[in-house]
Nanobody, 127 residues
Framework: QVQLVESGGGSVQAGGSLRLSCAASGYDNIYRYRTSCMAWFRQRPGKEREVIAGMTADDVSPTYGDSVKGRFTISKDSAKHTLFLQMNSLKPEDTAMYYC????????????????WGQGTQVTVSS
């Protein structure tokens, strides 16, 4: 029953910034949201889908893909069941569809399978 809805995508010039949001619904309680896996993925034209940033739980250091380290930051407002991706110093190669993903069962299984996905939001970076 968990659903994810992304927002915040758009078109920007190289060097600009965007903040993506992922609103979640359907979690039975805030504890499950705080302690289960959440992540951002993207798929660039002609390339495979890749993980951008992920969090296994609140207060656990997030992980980042090599292509975005130092430029993107993942964060959560668990009280509002919202995941964010702050994107700075954007480059044309960052142009992609960006997806929010979750595994509401990961608190129990101990692994992130990302079985729940949003519809995606388009980010376009111009030269």
């Amino acid at each position: 029953q968990v659903q994810l809805v992304e927002s915040g995508g758009g078109s920007v010039q190289a060097g600009g910034s965007l903040r993506l949001s992922c609103a979640a619904s359907g979690y039975d309680n805030i504890y499950r949201y705080r302690t289960s896996c959440m992540a951002w993925f993207r798929q660039r034209p002609g390339k495979e889908r890749e993980v951008i940033a992920g969090m296994t739980a609140d207060d656990v250091s997030p992980t980042y893909g090599d292509s975005v380290k130092g430029r993107f930051t993942i964060s959560k407002d668990s009280a509002k069941h919202t995941l964010f991706l702050q994107m700075n110093s954007l480059k044309p190669e960052d142009t992609a569809m960006y997806y929010c993903a979750a595994d509401p069962r990961s608190w129990r299984t101990g692994r992130c399978e990302y079985n729940i996905w949003g519809q995606g939001t388009q980010v376009t970076v111009s030269s």
